[in-house]
């Protein structure tokens, strides 16, 4: 008889996240550091999701857009390289309507990221 097909292992994620924000009636600041556990990088690219309606207004460190709910943040030209467990850090500006919950689906150019 054939054993059962094994479970492939999950692979580890290739960075963390984590996002520390500022709120007020209508608006937040947050600051976003992105930790590179894979390989070095040369030009990076975070995206997110969010859940509730925020919109972008401003950003430092990164240059920031948006369409719809995903937004799309890639380095500038000081902070382009990103080596292994090298963190880069870049904060945005914005605003929101009834709720601001935490962005979803991070993601370091194109692999999924662990937040915390």
Do not use: H, I, K, M
Not at 30 to 52: D, M, P, Y
């Amino acid at each position: 008889t054939t054993p059962p097909p094994t479970a492939s292992p999950t692979a580890a994620p290739t960075c963390l996240v984590s996002w520390t924000v500022n709120q007020w009636t209508g608006g937040f600041t947050a600051e976003v550091r992105a930790t590179n556990r894979g390989s070095a990088l040369t030009g990076w690219t975070l995206t997110w999701s969010f859940g509730a309606g925020q919109r972008v207004t401003n950003a430092w460190n990164a240059q920031v857009s948006q369409a719809g709910t995903a937004v799309t943040a890639r380095n500038v030209a000081w902070n382009a390289d990103l080596p292994p467990g090298g963190t880069v850090s870049f904060g945005v500006q914005g605003s929101y309507g009834t709720s601001n919950p935490p962005p979803t689906d991070f993601r370091l150019n194109g692999a999924a990221c662990q937040t915390g």
